[in-house]
């Protein structure tokens, strides 16, 4: 990760190596084309088959890999067929993965009836929600904060700790067009910050960690619809963030909330493109319509805790999460806090396709000032990975290239890429050092 201005200790990373990595780092580009794809009938790709991956400090405020290729084969050629139309045959679950065990990846994407695969969750979408960039909008996952209030509609969810051993929501939305609001919404921590860049994202806070977050929010790397007490040179509008009354017993800090209307009158002021660029690389490779990434081969994980079953320092140890398979709906149901993980917009608990666990090397600024107990994280570079998906996991590595637009990309132990099934994805920044904690059965 680009780790800016962090403090002096004595852990296992340099304050001046680590500095000059995240000055050098914003001055790289990628220049990847825009990764367009085709649609090939589910009843072709069978036939062919069948011959041959806290506290916060701001005041309350108003290995290595080389990543395989796509296939990107052109089929014959096909009559168009409509999404919304059911196939002619649909693959049984062993027609989902070839004899080789290699996965019916989405070919390059094309535009039917109006309506394209979503480069975050590989659904079909209206083509205009598709290539509009997403907002990631970091999300309080407090006990005091829940519950949190359209957080279900988000297509990635990524979690990782923060001071004060908890964690930290962060919400990637691109179909948000029926909704109010989103929240509640909390401060900024700079490795969130770039983990949004891999997407593309408009970023959204409330807050921000002085001064590590301060110089790169308000740099030219960062498009930004934020509110703070300070340091934010180009705040939001009254209009996005307003605070919801929610009892006299909620910290004022758990109040604050993204309104809809506002935010997008506050992207045309502020001059950001609503489109991806030609750099933007979609973070992963989903299985084609019709198919189930089965990976039958792998071990069984059907309950998975990020961290462990017992309280730890790790960031999850405070309110225990677990992802539980349900192998009809073929979604993870997650639990924290010892009960569901509830939507307060629909009263419906969180569910997720798939489940990534990213192990990061992290470290404590202060470590010797449990006041100000900020982390940072590596999240850029290559490190261990756990993938689940169908009730399988697959133990692999991630790499990020040192790049302002460069995704997270998820290999097995053989180096070929991931192929995660159609749907939300939920990711945990793991703790390294914390790792042992890691459990599924």
């Known amino acids: ?13 340099r304050r001046d190596k680590l500095v000059i990595w995240f000055l050098e780092i914003g001055k790289k580009r990628g220049e990847k084309e825009f990764p367009m794809k085709k649609k090939v009938l589910a009843a072709l ?23 395989q290729p796509m296939n990107t084969a052109t089929p014959a050629p096909e009559e168009s067929v409509s999404p919304s139309q059911p196939e002619e045959e649909e693959p049984s679950m062993e027609d989902g993965m070839k004899a080789n ?41 407090l006990l005091q904060a829940l519950p949190q209030y359209g957080i279900s509609e988000a297509s990635i969810i990524y979690e990782a700790p923060v001071e004060g051993r908890i964690t930290r929501l962060m919400g990637f939305f691109e179909d948000y067009d029926d909704l109010d609001h989103i929240g509640s919404v909390r401060s900024s921590r700079d490795y969130f910050i770039f983990e949004a860049l891999a997407y593309e994202s408009i970023y959204c806070n409330w807050g921000l960690a002085r001064p590590w977050v301060e110089e790169l929010i308000n740099s030219d790397q960062v498009d930004n619809v934020s509110t703070a007490v300070a340091g934010i040179n180009k705040p939001a509008s009254d209009a996005t963030y307003k605070r919801i009354e929610r009892g006299s017993n909620i910290a004022v800090e758990h109040t604050g909330y993204l309104f809809i209307d506002g935010y997008g009158k506050d992207v045309e002021r502020l001059g950001y493109d609503t489109d991806y660029t030609n750099r933007f690389t979609q973070a992963f490779s989903f299985a084609d319509e019709g198919y189930i990434a089965t990976y039958e081969s792998y071990p069984d994980a059907t309950k998975i805790y990020p961290g462990g079953t017992q309280a730890n320092a790790g960031g999850y140890g405070k309110h225990n999460p677990c992802f539980e ?8 149901y997650r639990t924290q806090y010892g009960q569901k993980h509830i939507d307060e917009m629909n009263n419906e608990q969180l569910s997720v396709t798939n489940v990534i666990f990213k192990v990061c090397h992290g470290e404590e600024r202060f470590p010797d000032n449990d006041q100000y107990d900020y982390l940072a994280f590596d999240v850029d570079g290559t490190g261990d990975a756990y993938i689940f998906t169908n009730g399988k996991v697959i133990k692999g590595t991630w790499q990020r290239k040192d790049e302002r637009y460069s995704p997270n990309m998820f290999y097995d132990e053989n180096g070929n890429e991931i192929v995660l099934n159609q749907g939300k994805t939920w990711i945990c920044c793991i703790w390294k050092e914390y790792d042992e904690f890691i459990h599924y059965e």
């Open 325 to 332: 398979y349900n192998a009809e709906e073929r979604v993870y």
């Open 1 to 13: 990760m680009h780790l800016a201005e962090i403090s002096k200790c004595d852990n296992a990373l």
């Open 45 to 67: 790709i069978i036939a062919v088959g069948l011959l041959a991956g806290c506290g916060d400090d701001e005041l309350p405020s108003p290995v290595q890999v080389t990543p």
């Open 101 to 141: 065990g290699e996965n019916h990846p989405i070919g390059q994407r094309t535009v039917v009836d109006g309506k394209m695969q979503s480069y975050l969750t590989g659904e079909w979408k209206d083509e205009g929600v598709v290539k509009r960039r997403n907002m990631a909008v970091m999300i309080n996952n």
